[in-house]
């Protein structure tokens, strides 16, 4: 303890000793070689399935973009101008005959496959695929495909939402992917720090009489 608040003293008197070991822990600082990789961002997995007819697969990726826009439409009202939350509605009007068979479609899957048990699946089926589109990690750039998707979906036809659901899912699923910016992007490693020499001590730790 005495040392060290020595050491502190020495610093007070002597500032260039500051800058010194200022030089020294960026020169020993590990080089991006060594820094260790950063942990990969937390992707939603989608909900998987089981053995799927033609009409069950499409059905389930009209559930799935209705889910999509669904999330936008909570998650993305900081921003009016994405209209996510007027957009959803007004699509979910527009295409309810179409969702509703959907509905009725995956429930005759769930009733195939578990039976009494369809219920439970299929409400356990539609909270995995819900939490597949919450991010927070990737909610901009989200956001921002959902809402272009949402747009999309509004403006086709009756009888069509599953034709959009097929060709923007992908999209949508890749917008969950998190863009990081290099420029912005802090990582944090360990510097060495080296060992101060007290300068008010001689060779032998001894106190200058100067000190």
């Known amino acids: 303890m005495r040392r060290s608040g020595a050491c502190v003293r020495a610093l007070m008197r002597h500032p260039v000793c500051l800058i010194t070991l200022a030089a020294l822990a960026l020169a020993e ?11 990969p961002p937390m992707i939603p997995q989608q ?3 089981r053995e799927m007819t033609p009409a069950e697969d499409s059905a389930n990726r009209i559930w799935n973009l209705r889910a999509a826009l669904n999330v936008a439409a909570l998650q993305c009202q900081f921003s009016p ?6 957009n959803y509605n007004d699509g979910i009007r ?4 179409e969702l509703d068979a959907a509905r009725v479609t995956l429930a005759s899957h769930f009733k195939r496959h578990d039976g009494a ?10 909270t995995r695929t819900y939490n597949s589109f919450s991010t927070l990690d990737a909610q901009l750039s989200f956001c921002d495909k959902a809402a272009e998707i949402g747009r999309v979906a509004l403006a086709a036809r009756k009888g069509a939402f599953g034709t959009v659901a097929a060709q ?3 999209e949508l699923r890749a917008s969950l992917i998190p863009q990081f910016d290099p420029l912005t992007r802090v990582e944090l490693g360990w510097v060495t720090v080296p060992q101060l020499i007290d300068p008010c001590l001689d060779r032998k730790g001894r106190r200058k009489k100067r000190c």
């Open 168 to 170: 923007y899912l992908p």
């Open 117 to 126: 048990g369809a219920q439970r699946s299929f409400d356990q089926y539609t």
């Open 94 to 97: 527009h295409h309810a005959k």
């Open 47 to 49: 909900a998987t399935m």
């Open 29 to 39: 600082a590990p080089s991006a070689a060594q820094t260790p990789a950063p942990r």
């Open 81 to 86: 101008f994405l209209m996510t939350v007027r």
